[in-house]
């Protein structure tokens, strides 16, 4: 699913696996990621057919402020369409507590069947707070004209992540997910994340919805993944 998108999909779910930056100079910090996984879930669907994904990327921090990255990975719609490749682009204000992230997506796709129209492009509005030890968000997805060509979509989700022990973190998420016509769900997450160093992370996570006869990459799973970031 995919001009600029997020999460990495479930910010939650990455909070024990983030990375270093290499800076280019005072104004511009490089960082680069790779991962697997043995399912690549979006919001709660599998976008691999409860197969593997292998995935990588690149961001840039422009000026303490500003971001733009790119994120590639595999799929499988079983349409011929195999590859995800994600332009993203916003700004993270920072207003007393609270950390805003306010940009914009957009998700292509390669090898997609003609008339598929697969490629769309979403706008993000976002923000968190620290409680104590713990990390509490909410987000907004808004694309005009979703995935397929389905009309308008809204994605809203609360989020938390806290440290347990050392190297050891415990997130979740809450999500629903609006679109035109009959194809509205909710999906929730919960899961645990081990940082082996400062660039290796693991994450262990349940995924569920709550629309099951959609199809069997809405059913409830558990998914483990590793992620290096340098």
């Known amino acids: 699913m995919n001009i600029l998108k997020t999460t990495l999909l479930a910010a939650a779910a990455t909070a024990a696996m983030g990375g270093s930056a290499l800076a280019a100079d005072d104004d511009i910090a490089l960082s680069f990621n790779l991962g697997a996984a043995t399912d ?4 709660g669907v599998s976008q691999t057919d409860n197969g593997g994904q292998i995935y990588g990327g690149a961001d840039a921090t422009l000026y303490g402020i500003g971001y733009a990255g790119v994120w590639v990975s595999n799929v499988e719609f ?13 700004i993270k204000p920072v207003a007393g507590p609270v950390n ?5 997506y957009y998700y292509g796709y390669s090898n997609q069947p003609t008339g598929s ?6 706008y993000k509005a976002a923000a968190s707070t620290a409680v104590g030890p713990a ?17 308008k979509a809204t ?19 809450v999500g629903h997910q609006e679109i035109e016509g009959p194809a509205d769900y909710n ?23 709550d629309e099951h006869s959609f199809g ?13 970031s340098f």
């Open 135 to 151: 990390t509490v968000g909410a987000t907004v997805f808004y694309s005009p004209e979703f995935f397929g060509k389905t009309g």
């Open 216 to 228: 069997d990459i809405y059913d409830a799973k558990v998914v483990v993944g590793v992620k290096a």
């Open 78 to 90: 079983n349409n011929g369409t195999d590859l995800e490749y994600d332009l993203y682009a916003g």
């Open 100 to 104: 805003f992230d306010l940009g914009v």
């Open 40 to 43: 690549y879930m979006f919001r």
């Open 117 to 122: 129209h697969e490629d769309y492009v979403e």
């Open 187 to 209: 999906t929730w997450n919960l899961g645990v994340g081990y940082a082996l160093n400062d660039h290796v992370g693991f994450d262990l996570r349940y995924h569920d919805t």
């Open 155 to 173: 994605y809203y989700e609360i989020n938390g992540a806290i440290p347990v022990v050392d190297k050891v973190s415990v997130s979740g998420a």
